[in-house]
């Protein structure tokens, strides 16, 4: 059984279809991309399933239950984290907090604890806190913990990123065009945190542009053209499709 | 550790005025500093509110106005007539209820502060919850308007019911004893006594909130200010947080409005009106925002000033001024940008 099954998923925006029946699994452990040229759906896709936007039909069912229309932060409490196109770290944040901030599920300190500071609470606290350490570690930006997040390089914002995602543990991992404004030397440098991640056996879903960067990491692919699903398969096969290359790779 | 030391340096502080006024024969001053403590109680709740959590609210007078009003309604209320009543028979048995007379030698029996203060805390919470559920929804200017709305109300039923002594306001609010030989109010022999209790709950607040801000749910509460969509999607249920933060906030206004009614002995509608609600935010706002000791010092000091009469019937177009200054050229604050402009001094001439 696949970690993430999608099932004839719809969302129309007025008579427009969005997305029409689209369906394909994520197996465990996978790197799956979506991909489609400009347009195609595939951002509404990615919506869909992180809970940013009501799908209007089909399902979604994820270590299988179902997670349709659920709003974001339940989706996220479920163990599907995701990252955003242009990064959104926490500015008025340390570094640190940001991380410790993405294991909010992994707490269970409330309000009264907290003004308290009872020792649960402070115990969870040290707890989380070496937890996100560890974490920047296995990102090696240990050093930038202290830092304000605000004031940080485009690469050095990713790996926050990630780390923050990452810190709760998630069985899912959605990113959201992660190449996006990188070149050619900073993309190699993406694949390999992102095969980095799979490593610690993390299941990645990932909305990406970069043709280059998805031949590279991803097991298999779903193609989407005018928010339909016009091909799934593994990279050698989606190169080689004939209806891929006349709606997309023909175009580039 | 370090928030220990704060906050033991504050006490320190409120130490020694209290000893460096009563020396010089000084006492005076600590009617003031009492006042602008308790005020002061609002402005940090506030700035939990809008400088970690990141909303607005120009309507948090009311708050401080629903548990002034409701203490002064609940501890004038005469219940004489009524000691037939097995409820009030109950509270007199309960010491809930105590006998007494009013200034004409009229027989009085009036409610302990005690029930008020947690009806005041019971209606706060009620309220803070039935206006905080739909208006949190709002973002931005769009908050502020809405909660601006939500003071006029509370400000216009206060001026017009009668049960709130309309214009008048309530007075003879009795004191609130504490334990015995400590009590909030009491007039001027009372004066130094009165000027702990309101530190001690100032620092006892502060310490709270300190707390609260390096806790998982003021974590939570700085990632909603940072970026909604980052902290939904992270886990965190943005309108809950919302919520309590509102309630907190709203708390610390009602508990100060509490306390200062029984010291002052009454409370009038100025208290609910609008500029008062603009004043916190003024003060929120040049004490740099996301930053409560800021806040705390800026609000001692211009409470202060303003209690004392130094500026005057300029007293609201202070508050005024100073928010149109903060906003054009100190948004961080007055303490901040100080001190940025100081290091950048400081390492100028270590260059040189």
Redesign the interface.
Known sequence: MALLEVNNLSKFFGGLKAVSAVSFDVPQGNIKAIIGPNGAGKTTLFNLIAGSIRPDCGSVRFKNSSIFGLPPYRIAQRGILRTFQNIKLFPNLSVLENVMAGMHVKGRAGLAAGMLRLPQARAEEAFISEKAHEMLAFFNIGELAKRNAAHLSFGQQRAVEFARALASGPALLLLDEPAAGLNTQETAQLASQIAHIRGKGVTILIVEHDMSLIMDISDEIVVVSSGQKIAEGKPSDIQRNADVVRVYLGEE | MKRYISILSLAAVVAVIQLGSTLCGREYYLTQLTMAAYYSLVAVGLCMLMGYAGQISLGHAAFFAIGGYTTAVLTTMNLQAHTSSRIVSLLVQCGLAKPGTDLYGVAQLSLSPWIALGGAGIITVVIAIIIGIPVLKLKGHYLAMATLGFGIIVYRITLGTGLFGQADGISGVPQFTIVPGIAIGGGFANKVINYYIAWVMVICGML??L??I???????L??I???E??????????PRYKL?VFI?SALFASLAGVCLTHYNGGIGPSEAGVMKSVRYVAIVAVGGM?NLWGTLIMSVLLNYLSLRGYFGSYDDAVFGAILIGIMLFAPDGIIKTIRTKVEARVKVKVRE
Do not use: P, Q, T
Request: charged share 15%; aromatic share 0%; proline share 0%.
């Open positions: 709270l909130l707390n609260l390096d806790s998982r749910v003021g974590r939570a700085k990632s200010h940072g970026s969509e980052a902290a939904s999607a992270i886990g965190i249920h943005i309590m907190i996301a």
